[in-house]
């Protein structure tokens, strides 16, 4: 492969002024859109030497058959043009979201003559004002339930509305209770007009002040012997605490910010949006994103932002979010241009919308888990995922059965290593185990130690008890059960590179047994390594077989993870448990300082004394204990 890209543009030809830059391929696709403040620094970052780009962006200029670009005048024009062209385009190396439908709102319009309100996915109604996004159109349809008790507005469609006030018959809404408006018979269009004010002034503030209000008018209507008029204002009161305690408090009732939480891996991110107004979430939103090229939080943030508020919601005073884009002030220009006020984008530190980015970053973890574990469930994509990892490992059949292996440890210690067992694309659990390895000089002597001990079953089967029938007390004979770790994988796949491959393929060789296809995955690029290859095979960023692949060995690393804490706080336990004054606390600081007990062993009284909350005397006592 050659260094250069032969369409590189020589440096002098590329303008120093911000704009955007479009790579296409030979066909005239549209491969990738970005922007930049400049375009020939930003852009020489595509043309260095090909050996040292990131494995994805490699792909893409290689891909790429030419490189084309538009001056701007500012980088606030950059970021509207580069979004323009990303819809218009629909660049495959860009940001995909997964989840791209649209959530409902409540939407008074404004606009009529007697406003309405509805609930609606439309975010475009001429007049409108939006209250939401909400997840689900039951809450929406809740909320307009309990507010139409307090403020009576209308809900009829405009087709009926205008065959009422023609006719002077109340529509058929209004006939059975569902309807206040004019259309009713039982106010005017001036008496709605002034519900409706009302409505929208409460759902946009949730002042507790109107909720006073209408409890002083309901005692002054009771003394006055008005009961009638005390019953609604009592009504109302209930109706509009309902509304109240439905919307949590988070923070002081002055701040209305959006709150985006955003948690990634190599091939998604999940995105969970908070809508709060008035100090409370008045809107919960999710999707997940699909990335193609390596990027990070702050890059995410810079395409994620504008893709939210492009879509017609209405970006508020302060914006928070996990980092701050490189582009932050350009990004606050082109929200401002999308909001009646100024517009700030914040990184929350701490406090209490540190807390709450926390909870959102929580929310958007468990959501691409979940993304995770429905896609992995699905017949149809496991099916293509096993296709494709066949296809691209030559092999003769499809991988029925993998195997996956990682080893952990902590600063060299504690070593210990997994097997996940994956059947037709989905986790057998009961067929999982664990591996300690007293010695190793490093990971590839591990995963030679633990792959040697597992082939050895295969090799030679007979270590493992045979199978045996179970008759029951009837004298019903139950058939056998498969001996669960002498059956052989399909594909065979270790955590790692070429270094943790070469000890893999060492062991299998060693072993004498044959008919397995072993590879490695590489964390840091994704790629997939052979025995004795000098280049790794790439698959496509959003295919079903690399998502399996990966899912495969996250879960060896989660399941040597816990094993080897598991391992660790039983060894700290019984070595540390029997010394007087040493509770848990500081048995998990002295674990802190020093990592492990074998290194704790190796340390003076005083380098113990030096750990927060041990002094000399409890410290003399460790060494006594330890030495023991």
């Known amino acids: 492969m050659a260094n250069v890209l032969p369409y590189r543009p020589k440096a002098g030809e590329i303008p120093t002024q911000p704009g955007v830059y479009r790579f296409r391929d030979a066909s005239g696709r549209v491969l990738y859109v970005g922007k930049a403040k400049n375009l020939r620094a930003r852009l020489s970052n595509y043309f260095a030497p090909l050996h040292t780009l990131h494995e994805r962006t490699r792909r893409m200029v290689t891909t790429a058959a ?32 997964k989840d791209d439908k649209s959530y409902p709102y409540m939407a008074v319009t404004l606009g009529d003559e007697a406003p309405r309100v509805l609930v609606t996915r439309n975010t475009k109604i001429r007049g409108a004002r939006y209250f939401g996004p909400y997840p ?29 006030m023609q006719s002077g018959k109340p529509c058929f809404a209004g006939q059975i209770g569902r309807c206040f408006g004019p259309c009713s018979g039982k106010v005017t269009i001036e008496e709605h007009r002034e519900a409706v004010k009302r409505f929208v002034s409460f759902m946009a503030n949730q002042d507790r002040r109107m909720v006073a209000e209408l409890v002083l008018e309901m005692k002054a209507a009771s003394e006055e012997q008005n009961y009638e ?29 959006d709150l985006f939480g955003i948690v990634h891996d190599e091939l998604a991110a999940a995105v969970q949006l908070f809508v709060v107004r008035g100090g409370r979430i008045r809107g919960v939103r999710g999707w997940v994103v699909d990335k193609e090229l390596h990027m990070s939080m702050a890059e995410l943030v810079d395409s994620i932002v504008p893709q939210v508020y492009a879509e017609g919601l209405t970006p508020p005073r302060e914006i928070v979010v996990p980092e701050l884009p490189e582009d932050a002030p350009a990004l606050e220009s082109w929200l401002e241009s999308r909001s009646p006020t100024k517009v700030r984008l914040r990184a929350a530190q701490r406090g209490d919308k540190a807390a709450l980015l926390e909870t959102a970053n929580q929310n958007a973890g468990h959501a691409l888990m979940l993304y995770k574990t429905r896609r992995s469930a699905d017949f149809t994509s496991r099916s293509k995922a096993l296709e494709d990892i066949q ?19 902590l600063s060299g210690t504690n070593i210990v290593a997994s097997m996940v067992v994956f059947e037709d694309g989905l986790p057998r659990k009961d067929e999982y185990r664990r ?50 770790f002498s059956y052989s994988p399909n594909l065979l796949i270790v955590d790692g590179g070429q270094p943790q491959v070469a000890a893999a393929e060492r062991a299998l060789r060693e072993s004498g047994v044959t008919g397995i296809q072993l590879c490695g995955i590489a964390k840091r690029l994704e790629e997939i390594w052979l025995p004795d290859s000098d280049f790794p095979v790439i698959l496509p960023r959003n295919s079903e077989a690399l998502f399996l692949i ?14 080897q804490r598991t391992r660790r706080k039983r060894d700290i ?36 004394a030096e750990v927060s909350g041990i002094g000399p005397t409890l410290a003399g006592a460790i060494r006594t204990h330890l030495d023991s």
């Open 550 to 563: 990966q899912r495969i060995r996250d879960e060896a690393h989660r399941f040597a993870i816990t094993h």
């Open 229 to 257: 008029l005390a019953a609604r204002r009592r009504d109302q009161v209930v109706a509009l605490e309902a509304v109240l305690e439905k919307s949590a408090v988070v923070l002081r009732e002055s701040v209305d910010i």
């Open 66 to 97: 030419g490189v084309e670009w538009t001056v701007v005048g500012n980088e606030v024009e950059a970021l509207q043009l580069e979004y323009t062209w990303i819809k218009e385009f629909d660049p495959p190396f860009n940001v995909m979201f």
């Open 391 to 409: 296809e691209a490992l030559g092999m003769a059949d499809a991988p029925l059965r993998m195997e996956c292996y990682d080893v952990s440890h």
């Open 136 to 164: 689900k159109k039951w809450a929406v349809d809740e909320v307009i339930e309990l507010m139409i008790k307090a403020f009576p507005i209308r809900t009829c469609k405009d087709s009926d509305y205008k065959r009422a």
């Open 435 to 484: 591996f300690n390895i007293p010695e190793s000089t490093d990971d590839t002597d591990s995963i030679h130690r633990v792959l040697t001990r597992r082939l050895a079953y295969l090799a030679h089967p007979e270590t493992e008890p045979d199978p045996i029938e179970v008759v029951t007390s009837d004298g019903v004979v139950e058939p056998a059960k498969r001996r669960k």
């Open 573 to 608: 336990a019984s070595v540390l448990g029997e010394v007087p004054g040493l509770g848990p606390a500081r048995v998990r600081e002295l674990l802190r300082h020093f990592g492990s007990v074998a290194r704790l062993k190796l340390a003076t009284s005083e380098e113990i």
